[in-house]
């Protein structure tokens, strides 16, 4: 598997593989995600180099986004934001997540940065993914009409 920042060309792909995750996620009961995805957002976001693309022999079966940003909710100042985590359900239950985590710390690691990302506070098989990937839980917020868990980079 290979990891890199995702180009132009990518993004109909990067789209359809957030649709196919998002109906996926909907299909179990997370609402996190809004369905369709916004291609020109997506699109400009490939512009600002924060999306990354995981091949499989080619092909694009995962995609994730690391934005700097000063998010208030946080306790550091400026972090990186891990988010958009997405990996096709085909090929979800293996190693793709991991290695997606594993890059995006290391990432900020040498920037000396920290790391956050959050996902739905109901999804327990996904914050239990993120503890044993060295993340560090660091509690439940509002958003919206829900409530995340948030996660910092060990």
Known sequence: MQIRLAHLEDVDNIVALLNETTLDLHNKGIQQWTYP??????KQQV????????LAEGHIIGTFRIENTNRPLFIDAEIYYLSQIAVSPAFQGGTIGSAITAFACSFAKKMNKALYLDCWAGNEVLKAFYQRNGFEYIGDYPEENYFISVFRCM
Do not use: L, R
Not at 37 to 42: E, L, Q, T
């Open 37 to 42: 995805w916004n291609k020109d957002g997506i």
């Open 47 to 54: 512009i600002d180099s924060t999306v990354y693309v995981s």
